[in-house]
C-alpha cells in the first residue's frame, strides 16, 4: 500500500482553481519528482498536502489515516515533515534554537540529542553555526537548515519545496547529494522542484504538472529521455 | 536633592505599572499581529474582581489577587477566542483594530452596568501602618517600591519562560513565522490564547498595583494607563519585551518629573512630545528590529 495516496484533490484559491483534481502516490522508499513550471501547482499540492491550505474536494490519505482535514501542526507528528519553499527559517533564533524547534513534538531529549547528532553528520556546517542567528547564513546554509530541522522530527516522509531555489550550482549539487543520502536511508521522498533535471535525475518516480492537472506521470529516467519533457522542462 | 529621589521612585513605579501593561500589549502585537486596544480595559476589570473580592466581600487580600490574575486570564482568552479568532486570515488587519476598539468599549460598559458610573474607593493592598517607607529623612510609599519589584520579577519570569521552556520557543517561533511554526507542530491558535492568557494576567496584577497607589477605582481607570502603556511599547520599540520594560519606565519617569519640575497639567503633553520625537529620531521605537520590506 502507498504511503501517501492524494485522490482527486481539488484546491481554490478564491474562485481560481489552483489544483483541479490530481491524484497520485508515494510509495515507501521512493523518491518523487513533481515538476512543472510555474504556477502549475505544484507548491499548492504540498500545501494542501500538510494543512496549510484548505482543500476543496478530494482525499489525502497517509499510512491508512485520513488526512485531508488535519491541521498543518499535527500533521508533523504523523511522522511528516515539510520543508517550505523559500526555506522559512526562524531568522531571529539560531541554529541550535532552530534545529530544536524541528524536534518540537518529540519528547525524549536523549533521542533528540541522538537526531540532532545525525543531522550534524549530515551538514557539519550546521554544527559549525549552531550558535549562530539562521537570518545571517548564506541561502544555501538556510536551506540546509531547513532541511536539518525537517530532520530534526525523524519523519518517514520528507516534502521538499523547491530546494535549489535561488542557490549556486555548488549549492545546489550538495543538497541534492544530500537528498540522495537521506533517501538512501531509507526515508521517502517527495521532491517539487523546477529544476526538472535535477529532480528527475535522483527521483525514481515522477509527474508532471500543469495548471493545476497532472499531464504525465512515469519513472524519472523514461520522463528524462521523453522528447516533449526534454523540450518543455530540459530546456533542449 | 529629598524630593527629587522620591519623585524618581514614584516615577519608577508609575512606570513599572506601564511596563507591566506595555509588556501585555507588545506581546501580543509580536505573535498575533494585532493592536489590542482593550488591554488597557482589561486591567480595570482586573481591579474590579480585586474590589469585589476584598471590599465587597471581605476576603483576604491575596485572595482578592488570585482572582484578578485568573479572572484577567480567563477574559483575555474569552476575547481573543470570540471576538479576534474569527477575523485572523480575514486579511484585515483593520477590521481586527476596529474590532479591539469595539471590545474596549464593550468592557467599560458592562463596567458601567454592574458598578455604576461612581467611583470606589479601592482598598490598598497594603495595610494601612504600612503604607510608608522611611529611611532617613527620605520617605517613600511602600506600593511604589512594590510595584518596582513586581515589575522586575514578572520581566525575569517572562524572559526565563520565554528562552528556556518549549511553549516560550513557540511563542517565538510565531511571532517569527506562522506558517513555519505550524509545520513544526506548534498550534498557532493555542500559541495566540497563550499569549493572551499571559498578557492579561499581567494586566490583572497591574490593575491591582495601579489602583493601590491610585485608589480611584471606575470604569475608565484603564483607559489612560493603557493608552500610555500603548505609547510606551511604541516607545521601546513595539513587539519588543526589553523595550516595553525599557519605554514603560522611560515612561513614567518622564511624566512623574515633568508633573512635579514643569506643570502637572502639561504632563501628558510633555510625554507625548518626547514619544513624537523619538518616532521623528528612531521610527522603529528604542529597541525595535529594522522592518524590511519585502520586494
Redesign the interface.
Known amino acids: 500500500m502507498a504511503m501517501l495516496t492524494v485522490k482527486d484533490l481539488k484546491v481554490n484559491y478564491g474562485v481560481i482553481p489552483a489544483l483541479k483534481g490530481i491524484s497520485f502516490e508515494v510509495g515507501e522508499g521512493e523518491v518523487i519528482a513533481l515538476i512543472g513550471a510555474n504556477g502549475a501547482g505544484k507548491t499548492t499540492t504540498l500545501h494542501a498536502i500538510t494543512g496549510l491550505v484548505p482543500v476543496a474536494s478530494g482525499k489525502i490519505e497517509f499510512m491508512g489515516n485520513d488526512i485531508t482535514k488535519t491541521p498543518a501542526h499535527t500533521i508533523v507528528g504523523m511522522g511528516m515533515a515539510h520543508v517550505p519553499e523559500g526555506r522559512r527559517v526562524f531568522p531571529e533564533m539560531t541554529v541550535y534554537q532552530n534545529l530544536m524547534l524541528g524536534a518540537y513534538t518529540r519528547k525524549d531529549p536523549s533521542e533528540k540529542e541522538r537526531t540532532l547528532e545525525e543531522v550534524y553528520t549530515h551538514f557539519p556546517r550546521l554544527r559549525e553555526r549552531a550558535k549562530q542567528i539562521a537570518g545571517t547564513l548564506s541561502g544555501g546554509e538556510q536551506q540546509m537548515l531547513a532541511m536539518g530541522r525537517a530532520l530534526m522530527s525523524k519523519p518517514s516522509i520528507l516534502l521538499m519545496d523547491e530546494p535549489s531555489m535561488g542557490l549556486s550550482p555548488i549549492f545546489v549539487a550538495e543538497i541534492f547529494s544530500i537528498i540522495e543520502k537521506v533517501a538512501a536511508e531509507g526515508k521517502t521522498v517527495l521532491l517539487v522542484e523546477q529544476n526538472a533535471k535535477k529532480a528527475l535525475s535522483i527521483a525514481t518516480r515522477a509527474y508532471v504538472l500543469e495548471t493545476g492537472d497532472i499531464t504525465m506521470e512515469g519513472p524519472a529516467k523514461d520522463l528524462l529521455n521523453n522528447d516533449s519533457i526534454r523540450k518543455a522542462y530540459l530546456g533542449e | 536633592m529629598v524630593s527629587f529621589f522620591s519623585n524618581l521612585i514614584n516615577g519608577l513605579s508609575l512606570g513599572s505599572i506601564y511596563a507591566i501593561i506595555a509588556i501585555g500589549y507588545t506581546m501580543v502585537y509580536g505573535i498575533a499581529k494585532m493592536l489590542n486596544f482593550a488591554h488597557g480595559d482589561i486591567i480595570m476589570i482586573g481591579a474590579y474582581i480585586a474590589f469585589s473580592v476584598i471590599t465587597s466581600l471581605g476576603l483576604p487580600t491575596g485572595l482578592g489577587i488570585l482572582a484578578a490574575i485568573l479572572g484577567c486570564m480567563v477574559l483575555g482568552i474569552c476575547i481573543e477566542k470570540i471576538a479576534y479568532r474569527p477575523l485572523r486570515g480575514a486579511g484585515s488587519s483593520l477590521a481586527v483594530l476596529i474590532t479591539a476598539i469595539g471590545v474596549s468599549y464593550f468592557l467599560q460598559n458592562t463596567a458601567l452596568l454592574i458598578f455604576g458610573s461612581n467611583p470606589k474607593m479601592f482598598t490598598p493592598i497594603i495595610p494601612f501602618k504600612y503604607m510608608t517607607v522611611k529611611i532617613g529623612e527620605f520617605s517613600f510609599q511602600t506600593i511604589s517600591a512594590i510595584s518596582i519589584v513586581v515589575g522586575i520579577i514578572l520581566v525575569i519570569l517572562l524572559q526565563t519562560f520565554i528562552n528556556r521552556t518549549?511553549w516560550g520557543?513557540?511563542m517565538?517561533?510565531c511571532a517569527?513565522?506562522r506558517?513555519?511554526?505550524?509545520?513544526?507542530?506548534?498550534?498557532?491558535n493555542g500559541t495566540i490564547s497563550l499569549t493572551f492568557a499571559i498578557g492579561s494576567a499581567m494586566a490583572g496584577i497591574a490593575g491591582v498595583l495601579l489602583c493601590s497607589a491610585y485608589p480611584t477605582l471606575s470604569p475608565y481607570t484603564g483607559a489612560m494607563p493603557g493608552i500610555k502603556a500603548f505609547v510606551a511599547a511604541v516607545f521601546g520599540g513595539i513587539g519588543s519585551i526589553p523595550g516595553a520594560m525599557v519605554g514603560g519606565l522611560l515612561l513614567g519617569v518622564i511624566e512623574i518629573l515633568s508633573k512635579s519640575y514643569i506643570s502637572s497639567q502639561l504632563s501628558d503633553a510633555i510625554v507625548f512630545a518626547v514619544l513624537i520625537v523619538v518616532l521623528l529620531v528612531k521610527p522603529t521605537g528604542l529597541m525595535g528590529?529594522k522592518i524590511q520590506e519585502k520586494v
Open positions: 518549549k520557543q513557540g517565538l517561533a517569527q513565522d506558517g513555519a511554526a505550524s509545520l513544526m507542530g506548534i498550534s498557532v528590529k
